[in-house]
Each structure stands twice: as C-alpha cells, then as structure tokens.
C-alpha cells in the first residue's frame, strides 16, 4: 500500500472513532439535581432584611436594611442567583451571589460579590434548619476566618448572623439579623 493509501485509511480511522466517541457523548444523561441541590429551594424567593451592624473597624454600626431577589439559574436548578441591595451605615451597597452545592466536594458553596470590587466564597453544610458557611482570607496582612450561620425560623423566614475570628477560636459578630420572604 502506498503511503496515500494509510494517509486515507488514517483519517478514516480518526473519523470513525470521532463519530463513536460523539455518539457515546450523546448517550450521556444530562445531570439531574440531586436532594442536597433541592434543598436549596428554600433561599428561593424575594427577601426583606433588617439588621444590626456592630460598631467595629470598619465604622460605628447601625441599622441597615436590604432587599434581595433570588432565582433558580436558567436551565437547571443547581444554583441559586442572588442580588441584592442595602442600606446602612456605609450607604448603598448592591451585590451579587451565587449559592451552590458541590456534588464531589459534598458542600454548599456561595460566593458573592459587591460593588465595591470585595468578593467573597465560602463553604458550609446544613444540619436541620441550621446552615453554617466558613471562610478564610487575609485581611491587613493578617489571617480571617469568617463564619456566617443562617437559622430557619419558619418555611419564609431566617435570622443570620456574619462573625470574624483570628484565631477560629474568639468570633466577633459584624452583623445580625432577620430575613423575611414579601
């Protein structure tokens, strides 16, 4: 056989074995949510905050309000969209977030965004009505923790709290509150 003749015989082979890799790709089933993704569902909704804002480094503190819209990501119930406007101490604040759950890694996960450029991602799990998302960052050179608990009082409403450490051991709370579904 000439060398044109494998050349030809090379590429077909290629081919053949493309066209049965997309076919088995094909075949795949496209992932469902699984119950942890479900449970989610519960952040669902547009929310209504009123909270405290502790005095600390970053100001006085005060009242601070905040109206968020969550939805499900177009196309598959796997993420929660979040955005979010406030009020309080600081002025406006808008942000945006997404909240997750991580299948191989077996945790929820949310990461939101600010306006001001700030970002954060944590990690949590659920345990009946309570869920606990952690941190850890490096704030002045310094290591943070950062830990934020939300309590399910009720199928349309929870209390939160946002609270930092040094050490993992003396948490300080920034901000508490209540989240009411309107």
Not at 82 to 103: I, N, Q, R, W
Request: aromatic fraction near 10%; glycine fraction near 14%; charge should be neutral.
């Amino acid at each position: 056989m000439g060398h044109h003749k494998l050349a030809v015989l090379g590429i077909a082979g290629f081919l053949a074995a493309l066209a049965a890799a997309q076919a088995q790709e094909q075949k795949m089933e496209v992932p469902k949510p699984g119950p942890a993704h479900e449970r989610l569902e519960f952040f669902v909704g547009n929310w209504q905050t009123e909270a405290e804002v502790k005095p600390g480094p970053g100001g006085a503190g005060g009242k601070a309000t905040a109206a968020e819209r969550c939805s499900w990501m177009e196309g598959g119930e796997f993420f929660v969209l979040c955005h979010g406007e406030a009020t309080g101490p600081m002025g406006k604040l808008y942000s945006f977030g997404v909240m997750g759950y991580d299948t191989a890694a077996k945790t929820y996960t949310q990461t939101w965004y600010h306006h001001d450029g700030a970002s954060a991602n944590q990690v949590g799990s659920v345990n009946g009505k309570t869920w606990v998302f952690t941190s850890e960052s490096t704030v002045g050179g310094r290591p943070r923790k950062r830990r934020t608990t939300f309590v399910e009082t009720s199928p349309s409403s929870y209390t939160f709290k946002h609270e930092s450490s040094q050490d993992g051991e003396a948490w300080v709370t920034g901000v508490e509150g209540t989240v009411t579904k309107k």
